[in-house]
DNA sequence: TGCAGTGCGGCATGAGTATGCATTATATGT
DNA sequence: ACATATAATGCATACTCATGCCGCACTGCA
């Protein structure tokens, strides 16, 4: 029955909304006064599902519903991504200016910041720029190099 | 030690922020690779302490860092949020890149432009990252000092 | 009607986390 | 410096959650 599975996930929601709720067993019983007979285990897959995480409080370890609906961004190397969005790039003193497709900053100023150069102090991207603070020119060079050939496709 | 406690967490933060880390296991090896070896029992006090949950992606259970007050941090004074959003700070010639949360730097921002110092020109806030525009290499000096002060966790 | 395909969910159990207790380190008062 | 109060941490273990496996219900199709 895939309409009581969606109604049980509502009632979750619900719950988790109006209530501190600390474990599965509580939301368990909490269901079963509304009629809901599940196990644990189900609890389990439903909150997956709905991206429930269990987070601390002040007052113990309480259930909310993950922001953002959960993040975006594949998680994959400059590598691998960069090939698909690099433009082009320019620098100057500390800085370096790297030109993405539309809406591509991010996702590479990410992965840039995963790699954790010691060259680069730090990224800051807006929708298809990023703007990369270097610790020095000669570490700009560097970076610069590099991500020419990254972005160079194969 | 004390120190090491605040040192610790904080190099939790910060590998929290950059990678993805899906147990405190794993954590615990991340950080014995720094020099840190401390027991489960530690890091899942530490996690607590931090209000760090493990909420589920798409790539399966992470931990990230838990919103803070957000409306209710987004008035308050520098030093009452930067303690929970602060990862690390670097500068270089005129600039300053503070990084922090996923998330915290359009706050973090807020509460920088609210104090309207004479020594920024003006910031520019990402995601995680801040870029902040000194008058001078000293104003920089001045500021990196007095925002890793303030940065540091009580 | 019979069969393969798909999804849900229970059961059992392993994976992972939280915590009471005891010990050791650190801070505070005299 | 010594004694006492507090905080930090390890250890062992109870608690809690995630998941492989299996059966059942339903669907589409021949």
């Known amino acids: 029955m895939t309409v009581s599975k969606r ?4 009632a979750i ?6 209530r501190e709720v600390a474990s599965q067993e509580e939301l ?9 007979e599940v196990t644990q285990s189900t609890l389990s897959r439903d ?8 987070v601390p409080t002040d007052r113990g370890l309480r259930y909310v519903v993950a922001e953002g609906g959960g993040e975006e961004a594949a998680r994959a190397p400059l590598s691998a991504i960069l090939p698909q969005l690099f433009v ?6 500390h800085l370096i200016v790297l030109k993405t497709v539309s809406g591509g900053a991010q996702t590479v100023a990410h992965a840039l910041d995963r790699e954790a150069s010691s060259d680069i102090l730090g990224t800051i991207a807006g929708d298809d720029t990023i ?15 590099r991500l020419s050939s990254l972005g160079r496709r194969p």
Chains 1, 2 share one sequence.
């Open 88 to 93: 082009r790039l320019d620098g100057v003193s």
């Open 131 to 145: 703007l990369m603070i270097c610790r020095s020119e000669q570490a700009r060079e560097r970076v610069a190099k």
């Open 47 to 54: 909150l997956r599902d709905l991206r429930i995480a269990r």
């Open 28 to 36: 368990r019983q909490l269901l079963l006064k509304r009629g809901w």
């Open 13 to 18: 929601l619900e719950l988790i909304a109006s």
């Open 7 to 10: 109604e049980r996930q509502h």
